[in-house]
T-cell receptor, first 113, second 117 residues
Framework: EAQVTQNPRYLITVTGKKLTVTCSQN?????MSWYRQDPGLGLRQIYY???????DKGDVPEGYKVSRKEKRNFPLILESPSPNQTSLYFC????????????FGDGTRLSIL | AQKVTQAQTEISVVEKEDVTLDCVYE???????LFWYKQPPSGELVFLIR??????QNEISGRYSWNFQKSTSSFNFTITASQVVDSAVYFC??????????????FGQGTILTVHP
């Protein structure tokens, strides 16, 4: 089954404790991206990757890192999480570019205390 | 810069009413794509439609229709004879395919639609 898989689905952690949210897709997609969803603000793009080893900042990259060492994986790293990063996070992918329909993961709800 | 505005935060209707969700966008590029996505209460994000900037033809798919007007920079979404299953958050999104920000996908704030039985 074609899918985008995020882990974990839920996480409660404390300020400053490094965490990684994994994202993996099995559709051989080149384009992958991360978003955060907050009430009243909609979805905001954090980082995107056009292909392996090619990543770029979205609209809200501060406090986040990403890497794209393999085509299928695009982890989101919070090196020193803070409470303002408490949010619902989505990973998405598409065949080659953002102008194609995006396939989204099921979301990861992060709570940082 | 690209921007999407969905001014309607929440809309509440009774089943069988028609409802229109507004989307206004800003871009300096001539080549761009517009999208609508649906997020039902279960939380997943589902693609509904994509239009490119060179195709202003309106589209109808069952009870759903979309009105794209470049003159007003709008891409509105109408649900005819709404049903309870239409209750969801709806997002409009924009990609500037021809500009320096071609890798970005910008979403609006979302409109929460509640359809009451």
């Amino acid at each position: 089954e074609a899918q985008v898989t995020q882990n974990p689905r839920y996480l409660i952690t404390v300020t400053g404790k490094k965490l990684t949210v994994t994202c993996s897709q099995n559709m051989n997609h080149e384009y992958m991206s991360w978003y955060r969803q907050d009430p009243g603000l909609g979805l905001r793009q954090i980082y995107y990757s056009m292909n392996v080893e090619v990543t770029d900042k979205g609209d809200v990259p501060e406090g986040y890192k990403v890497s794209r060492k393999e085509k299928r994986n695009f982890p989101l790293i919070l090196e020193s999480p803070s409470p303002n990063q408490t949010s619902l996070y989505f990973c998405a992918s598409s065949l080659t570019a953002p102008y194609q329909p995006q396939h989204f993961g099921d979301g990861t709800r992060l709570s940082i205390l | 810069a690209q921007k999407v505005t969905q001014a309607q935060t929440e809309i509440s209707v009774v089943e069988k009413e028609d409802v229109t969700l507004d989307c206004v966008y800003e871009t300096r590029d001539t080549t761009y794509y517009l999208f609508w996505y649906k997020q039902p209460p279960s939380g997943e994000l589902v693609f509904l439609i994509r239009r490119n900037s060179f195709d202003e033809q309106n589209e109808i798919s069952g009870r759903y229709s979309w009105n794209f007007q470049k003159s007003t920079s709008s891409f509105n979404f109408t649900i005819t004879a709404s049903q309870v299953v239409d209750s969801a958050v709806y997002f409009c999104a924009l990609n500037n395919a021809g500009g320096t920000s071609y890798g970005k996908l910008t979403f609006g704030q979302g409109t929460i639609l509640t359809v009451h039985p």
